[in-house]
């Protein structure tokens, strides 16, 4: 049988494609998982899905500016322009203690009007102006994200 996922406010759960009856028919009772709301960013914003590398050689680098990173976050997160971000590692730590990691870099959700925005936030983080991220390969995405967890 077929179906489509539609958005509930905080469930997710299967709808049939076909008739409302069939779907009443189910042997199996559905699944409901919680999950948040699903907001729009404000008219004339977007969500933006960025991963910004690091430049080789850098984690010491990294390091040493990384609570001045943190720092420059607060207004962002704050004001709720950061949806979300954090590390970029090239496999799975086997520590939380960062000087042990393999960083690739970063990623952030940005809500903002223009890509160029979107730049403009990255070129003035304190990880870019001490040559940390390699800005020249980041990623920007325009993202339409259908569901959020928790």
Not at 26 to 33: A, Q
Request: charged share 25%; no cysteine.
């Amino acid at each position: 049988m077929a179906y489509r996922f539609t958005a509930v406010p905080r469930t997710f759960q299967p709808v049939p494609l076909s008739s409302a009856s069939r779907f009443a028919r189910l042997r199996h009772p559905i699944v409901k998982i919680p999950m948040a709301s699903i907001t729009a960013p404000p008219p004339g914003k977007h969500e933006w899905l960025v991963v910004v590398p690091d430049k080789p050689g850098t984690t010491q680098k990294r390091l040493e500016v990384r609570a001045q990173h943190f720092e420059g976050l607060k207004p962002f997160v704050e004001s709720q322009q950061f949806k979300l971000g954090g590390a970029v590692l090239k496999d799975k730590p086997e520590s939380d203690d960062p000087s042990t990691w393999d960083w690739y870099g970063s990623s952030i959700v940005v809500v903002a009007e223009s890509k160029e925005e979107v730049k403009k936030i990255i070129e003035n983080d304190i990880y870019t102006r001490t040559g940390v991220w390699d800005t020249e390969n980041a990623l920007i995405l325009a993202g339409k994200f259908a569901f959020r967890f928790p």
